[in-house]
């Protein structure tokens, strides 16, 4: 079946560490995007691409960095420069950047500081 | 600024009785519009969509959602609720034709319960 596979599904960093979230798809998208969730706040763009060796920063991008080597896979780097990085991580693809395509979303990271 | 409202935290309906989950929306032109779910610990799901054309739109599970341009409204609902239709609910707009068209504009969500 096609789809997003976010791992892993839990994340513990400790202090000073950089940590990266894997996001692979085979939906064969050309536009992937990361969001955070936190309670009660929806969902927070970090970072898009809408292709290969190509991305944009969205609107939280601060302490994070991403690559994007290959179409299928968009990979999330939190860094130690995030103070604050408890949170719910979805990963998300849609066939273009634009226009009326839904976006289709991973099963997302939990990531927790120790 | 763009933005979109969901103006309830938290619904609840007993079972078998229709629900409605509200979203406005404050985006310029003619937007794009979006319903997605999301269950405890798992991604969101796309439910339903408007682009343009009929105002009532049909999604999967049964749920429909009614645009009203002139109440800037994209209300989700469903004729008889099911306690599987509790979870998180995500109202999202797109500008096309905005700055940041690629960029979906979220709503903080409306938790619904569907008690039995």
């Known amino acids: 079946d096609g789809g997003i596979t976010q791992s892993p599904k839990y994340l513990f960093r400790k202090e000073g560490q950089n940590v990266t979230l894997s996001c692979e798809q085979n939906?064969?998208?050309?536009?992937m995007y990361w969001y955070r969730q936190d309670p009660g706040q929806g969902l927070r763009l970090i970072y898009y691409?809408?292709?290969?060796?190509?991305?944009q920063k969205g609107d939280i991008a601060e302490g994070y960095s991403v690559s994007r080597e290959k179409k299928e896979s968009f990979p999330l780097t939190v860094t130690s420069a995030q103070k604050n990085p408890t949170a719910f991580y979805l990963c998300?693809?849609?066939?273009?950047?634009?226009?009326?395509?839904?976006?289709?979303f991973g099963d997302g990271t939990r990531l927790s500081i120790l | 600024a763009q933005s979109v409202a969901q103006p309830e935290d938290q619904v609840n309906v007993a079972e078998g009785n229709p629900l409605t989950v509200k979203c406005t929306y404050s985006?310029?032109?003619?937007?794009?519009l979006f319903w997605y779910v999301q269950y405890p610990n798992r991604g969101l799901q796309f439910l339903l969509k408007?682009?343009?054309?009929d105002n009532l739109v049909k999604g999967s599970y049964g749920f429909e959602a009614e645009f009203n341009k002139s109440q800037t409204s994209f209300h989700l609902k469903k004729p008889s609720a099911l306690v599987s239709d509790s979870a998180l609910y995500f109202c999202?707009?797109?500008?096309?034709?905005?700055?940041?068209?690629?960029?979906?504009?979220w709503g903080a969500g409306t938790k619904l319960i569907i008690k039995p």
């Open positions: 408007y682009i343009t054309g």
């Open positions: 985006v310029s032109g003619n937007p794009y």
């Open positions: 999202a707009v797109r500008d096309p034709y905005g700055d940041s068209n690629y960029q979906l504009i």
């Open positions: 939906l064969n998208h050309d536009a």
């Open positions: 691409s809408q292709i290969v060796n190509d991305f």
């Open positions: 998300a693809s849609s066939i273009s950047g634009a226009g009326g395509q839904p976006q289709h």
